[in-house]
């Protein structure tokens, strides 16, 4: 199978490339970095800066995960319009590209994120569910589905994998907390209630690489574990593996002091379950989040 992947140099990315070399598949990464590839994903990955470089070569397979970290900088407007740059106007050129070939996909797999929902509170968020609040964070995830979703107008089947906290040793969020954790500083956010959706790095690649393989998959897929924790267990989840006290609070003031807008992403959260991928007989690894911390923890 040839799949072509968009963000393959990113954490996910690079572990889908290792995954699917080792099942011999062949690989394409479309980068602004395109020399960088190889050292990064894989010495038989390819990379390419320009999609027309893939002119009659056969496609079967889209992976869409591109997109400028979205907490790393404070939202100021120019880092707004780079996020939703990054992600609707990157998609919008891969359709405008797949819409001229003569051949095209039969799958489109594309990133967003569980912040689709907005701030859930105490909402049990599945697919079915609507947007219950709409600050950047989720409007971006709308946007971002919606063009996604427009290739089905070219017969391509179209799977939209809502992302939660992806757990990993190589990178990701957990890398952010490590410090203040091993020295003793971390704890948990605000009052520490928001629910925090987390998946397991392994299991978020099985996932995708379960639905490519799924002719029946389409539409929206919550990828988080069937068991969402609070930041305050998590905080504490988080200082047992690290033998590590989790005890001083990050006061709610403080961030919306310090990172604005961007705070919404620390104080809020989503109670969400993987409904449909539970009902396609998609089997979690980690479940639990103490076995999937520990997992990781000699690796931390």
Known sequence: MHILLTGGTGLIGRQLCEYWLAQGHRLTVWSRRPQQVARLCG?????VR????????HLDAVINLAGAPIADR????????????????????????????????AVLISGSAIGWYGDGGERELTESSPPVSEDFASQLCIAWEETAQRAEALGIRVVRIRTGLVLAAEGGF?????????????GPIGNGRQWMPWIHVRDQ?????FLLHRSDASGPYNACAPK???????ARA??????????IPLPAFVLRLGLGELSLLLLGGQRATPARLLAAGFVFQFNDLPAALDDLSGRL
């Not at 320009?50 to 070569?57: K, N, P, S, T, V």
């Not at 957990?174 to 971390?186: D, E, I, Q, T, Y």
């Not at 969402?228 to 998590?234: D, I, L, S, T, W």
């Not at 988080?238 to 005890?247: D, E, F, I, Q, T």
């Open 50 to 57: 320009h999609l027309e470089d893939l002119a009659g070569e």
């Open 74 to 105: 404070l939202w100021t407007h120019r880092r707004k319009a780079l996020l939703w740059s990054s992600r609707i106007q990157l998609t919008e050129t891969l359709l405008a590209w797949l819409e001229g070939r003569d051949q095209r996909p």
């Open 43 to 47: 010495a038989q990955v390819r990379g």
């Open 174 to 186: 957990l890398s952010r907390l490590l410090l203040p954790f091993k020295l003793a500083l971390g």
């Open 238 to 247: 988080l200082g047992k593996v690290l033998h590590r006290p989790a005890l």
């Open 205 to 209: 690649i099985a996932l995708i690489d």
């Open 228 to 234: 969402p924790v609070r930041n305050k267990a998590f």
